[in-house]
Structure formats: C-alpha cells, structure tokens
C-alpha cells in the first residue's frame, strides 16, 4: 500500500520540485552575472591597452557570459521539466 501510495504521489511531487530547483539556479547565476556588470564597466573605462587591463576586461566579460548562459539554459531547462 506504501509503494502504490509512493508511485501516484512521488512523480507530483518531484517534478515541481525539479522545475524549482532550476528555477533558483538560473536565478543564482544571472543574479552573478548582474553583479559583475558595474566591474566590467569599470574595466571598460580603464582599459588603456596593456596586458593587464586586458586581461581583467576579457576575464570578467567571459564569467558575465558565462553566467548569463548557464542562468538562460537552467530557465529553459525549467520551462521544458514543466511541460513534459
């Protein structure tokens, strides 16, 4: 009775839940890609052609990238768990 009751209620549980789940990452992630916004500005308007400079700019532009594609791809991957 246990394991018929598991069956009908565990797949209406954790499916909300996975949706969630991904829904709180993707967040997590564009909330860290909202946040380097100001220092990439910075670096922008700093950048005066040396290595260094450089090297800040193209190392906070690839993480912001990064972040926004990970935060992006968990809110599809979210959207798709919900309508299966």
Do not use: C, Q
């Amino acid at each position: 009775m246990v394991k018929k009751f598991l069956h009908h209620v565990l797949p209406g549980v954790v499916k909300p839940m996975r949706v969630l789940w991904n829904e709180i990452i993707g967040f997590v992630f564009l909330a860290f890609a909202v946040w380097t916004i100001p220092s990439a500005y910075r670096h922008i308007r700093d950048f005066n052609g040396d290595p260094d400079s450089l090297f800040r700019l193209i190392l906070t532009s690839v993480f912001s990238f990064m972040m926004i594609y990970f935060g992006v791809t968990s809110f599809l991957r979210a959207r798709r768990i919900s309508r299966s």
